[in-house]
């Protein structure tokens, strides 16, 4: 089946690292994704990781593939005010099929 | 990068009408549009997936006689909500692909608040 499943809130101070994690099911998911949504917004692509990547680095953003544990998590460094926002990992089985979307983390970044 | 319009951004009508929302991809050509609805503090649920020119792909529970796709050109992809009722109240966002390689990522547009009353 497609399960996407993330915690709901997370709550860091300004500068301190931000760990997003999210479980999926589907054992065939090839494309992941992390989706950012400010309020009212549509949603930006912060970063993807094909399913044969163990991990991928871009700027302030890691993010971290577990296989075999169906296991994905998103690390923003230095996290920033404007960084607060709606986080969402999705899963993609092949190039051109539908997102699953799962439930979104709600970071809230304290100065 | 690739740009997907989305308008309106905020609606208000009156329970029974009819209201027509539009996406377009102002600097690709989208093969493939999907639609999704959220609820407040939840996730995207997709609603159906449509295709230039031919007939959309309705996700299982969604009425197609209730929200009618359109994708009559490459640019452009319309959802109309007909006969609407204060339960269809919320936030519609569109995605539009140039095609169905990786490298043709998921550009999503800016969303349709709609509430009805």
């Known amino acids: 089946g497609e399960d996407v499943e993330q915690s709901l809130f997370l709550s860091v101070r300004e500068g301190d690292s931000s760990v997003i994690n999210c479980t999926y099911t589907?054992?065939?998911?090839?494309?992941l994704y992390w989706y950012k949504q400010e309020p009212g917004a549509g949603l930006q692509l912060l970063t993807y990781?094909?399913?044969?990547?163990d991990m991928k680095q871009d700027q302030r953003l890691t993010v971290l593939l577990n296989k075999k544990d169906k296991h994905l998590s998103l690390r923003i460094a230095d996290t920033q005010t404007g960084d607060s926002a709606i986080y969402f990992c999705?899963?993609?089985?092949?190039?051109?099929?539908?997102?699953?979307f799962g439930q979104g983390t709600e970071l809230s970044v304290k100065p | 990068g690739a740009v997907v319009s989305q308008h309106p951004s905020r609606v208000i009508c009156k329970s029974g009408t009819s209201v027509k929302i539009e996406c377009r991809s102002l600097?690709?050509?989208?093969?493939?549009m999907f639609w999704y609805r959220q609820f407040p503090k939840q996730s995207l649920m997709l609603m159906a997936t449509s295709n230039e020119g031919s007939k959309a792909t309705y996700e299982q529970g969604v009425e197609k006689d209730k929200f009618l796709i359109n994708h009559a050109s490459l640019t452009l992809s319309t959802l109309t909500v007909t006969s609407a009722h204060p339960e269809d109240s919320s936030f519609y966002i569109c995605?539009?692909?140039?095609?169905?390689?990786?490298?043709?990522?998921?550009?999503f547009g800016s969303g349709t608040r709609l509430t009805v009353v």
């Open positions: 995605s539009a692909r140039e095609g169905t390689g990786f490298n043709y990522g998921y550009t």
């Open positions: 600097d690709f050509q989208a093969t493939t």
């Open positions: 990781i094909f399913s044969n990547m």
């Open positions: 999705a899963e993609s089985r092949n190039q051109g099929g539908k997102l699953i």
């Open positions: 589907d054992s065939s998911s090839t494309y």
